[in-house]
């Protein structure tokens, strides 16, 4: 493992470029509808990608310009797995998928039992290799932690060792709970709210991320 593996194992990293920060007002607002919303998070999904694979390792490999050969720079290993969580992590799938088009992608799905806030799993399909893959876990809402848990549970059951987490909003709940349950998985996310409420939604959050890209109640 590098040190900027090391370093970076467990950590939570803010994506607060401008950019990120202008888009996410945009979704924020009750006025956005669903076509709107959908861009934005694609968008901000494919500006995060720039700073989650930031320390992707490279090799140097021969190759020839129109005027000279060289050794240059290319990503080293295996494409890496795009996990989107069922449903609203798919909305970040196509803007990550926008710069790293040769990854696979596995899904998981996931709904939180309204009663317990607990994660339920009802789908998951993933590459027969994925454990030798670094896998980009998806989901918007970093609410109670509770579906981020579990996600990544389901993926270290299937031996994969290199994890790291990605969503847009993050609640300090959520975001102890993933530390405390998987200290070894970084977090990217691009705001960390105020706290949850009663019913587990981050204030001042967006609302239900599934339901506002997806135009259902």
């Avoid at 798919?90 to 596995?106: F, H, S």
């Amino acid at each position: 493992m590098s040190t900027a593996e090391e370093r970076d194992r467990g950590a939570v990293h803010l994506v607060d470029h401008p950019l990120v920060r202008h888009k996410l007002t945009l979704m924020r607002d009750v006025s956005c509808a669903s076509g709107d919303f959908r861009r934005l998070l694609g968008e901000i999904a494919m500006l995060m990608a720039y700073e989650v694979t930031r320390e992707l390792p490279m090799e140097q490999v021969p190759i020839s310009t129109p005027l000279e050969p060289m050794m240059a720079p290319r990503i080293a290993g295996r494409k890496l797995v795009l996990a989107p969580v069922l449903r609203a992590g798919l909305g970040m799938l196509e803007g990550m998928l926008a710069l790293l088009p040769a990854a696979r992608v596995a899904h998981i799905g996931l709904y939180r039992d309204p009663a317990t806030l607990r994660a339920v799993e009802y789908y998951f399909k993933a590459p027969a290799d994925v454990a030798e893959r670094l896998v980009l876990v998806l989901d918007p809402m970093l609410a109670t932690g509770h579906s981020a848990v579990a996600a990544v549970d389901r993926f270290k059951a299937r031996g994969c060792r290199e994890i790291r987490f990605v969503s847009l909003l993050a609640a300090p709940e959520g975001i102890a709970h993933l530390r405390e349950r998987h200290p070894d998985v970084p977090l990217w996310t691009a705001a960390i709210d105020r706290a949850l409420d009663d019913h587990g939604y981050i204030r001042p959050g967006l609302g239900d991320a599934g339901d506002r890209m997806w135009g259902t109640k």
